[in-house]
């Protein structure tokens, strides 16, 4: 699994017969920090040759273009959890004005690199 240090997983939804050997990810929800929104990751899967992680900003794992996926009902929920990377790096918080900034220079780094992709021209709208 592929975990964000700002994850806390509600152990009262994993259940490991939820997993199988014929998928190749286990889709999961996740709770934003708000606590309003949610979102659904692919990122608990099989270990495949060409794994890797995709943007500056947003990463997304890329795991191929075809792949077999299973929705379980494992749960997650965004924390902001003191000495994470955003205080190492000087943000103090993920809503302070310095990471807005800092987002954007990954959002310029992304368009450098990325900038056909859809992806990063959606969190250039969004900024």
């Known amino acids: ?6 994850w806390r997983v509600d152990l009262s939804t994993v259940k490991k017969s939820d997993l199988d ?6 889709r999961f929800l996740i709770y934003d920090r708000n606590g309003q929104s949610t979102r659904r990751c692919d990122w608990l899967l099989k270990n495949r040759k060409g ?5 500056h900003l947003h990463e997304v794992l890329h ?3 075809h792949y077999t996926w299973k929705l379980i009902e494992w749960q997650f929920h965004e924390i902001e959890k ?6 190492t790096v000087g943000h103090g918080n993920s ?9 954007l220079d990954l ?5 450098d690199v990325y900038g056909h ?11």
């Open 117 to 127: 992709d859809p992806h990063t021209h959606y969190y250039l709208g969004e900024s």
């Open 1 to 6: 699994m592929i975990a964000d240090p700002d």
């Open 63 to 65: 795991i191929g273009e």
């Open 95 to 103: 809503f302070s004005a310095k990471r807005y900034l800092f987002d």
């Open 82 to 87: 003191p000495g994470s990377w955003h205080s």
């Open 21 to 26: 050997l014929e998928s190749d990810a286990f």
């Open 107 to 111: 959002l310029r780094k992304d368009l």
């Open 51 to 55: 794994l890797a992680m995709r943007y």
